[in-house]
């Protein structure tokens, strides 16, 4: 079983959600509706919430993990992710906040208690050290992140695009694995 519970949770999955057999949703996990959770991809909420909006896609080998609460850290960090987001290729998310129509670039880092506000691009390779803010309407780049430069109008469009691009391809998923 590749969605599964932990001590008294379970995951809720939306309408529509395809999860890949060879991926792992556990414990207390909200996926949105339309969403996609791709190859050896890893949403582990055994420790605290896991959130997830509608429309997004957590591509191959991505983790998404927690902050526990603990002496170091007394209320935890949760994971929280809105709507149309695309977390790319081997992506760690790991008690962050991630806003709304964000790309996470493949091998991507964004560590405890950071905030990606909406409408945010992360290129690929990058790191978002712990407690960082990126703010609304830039592409960001480099280990520690840095903002580079405003988004322009044809890359916030790419947002929702990119979004619905894998709702299509999941739908075909889903179909394919009915049809047996």
Known sequence: MNVRGFRDWQP????RVFVDPSAVVLGDVELGDDCSVWPGAI???????????????VQDGSVLHITHAGPFNPDGYPLTIGDDVTIGHKVLLHGCSIGD?????????????????DEVIIGAGSLVPANRILESGYL?????????????????????????????????????SYAD
């Open 140 to 176: 960001y780049m480099g280990s520690p992140a840095k903002q580079v430069r405003a988004l322009t109008d044809k890359e916030r469009e790419f947002f929702t695009y990119s979004a619905a691009n894998y709702v299509r391809l999941k739908d075909q998923h889903l179909l394919e």
């Open 12 to 15: 809720v999955l939306g309408d």
């Open 43 to 57: 949403i582990r909420g055994d420790m605290h919430r896991i959130r997830i909006g509608d429309r997004t896609s």
């Open 101 to 117: 129509r964000v790309l996470v670039g493949m091998g991507s880092i964004v560590m405890d208690g950071a905030v990606v506000e």
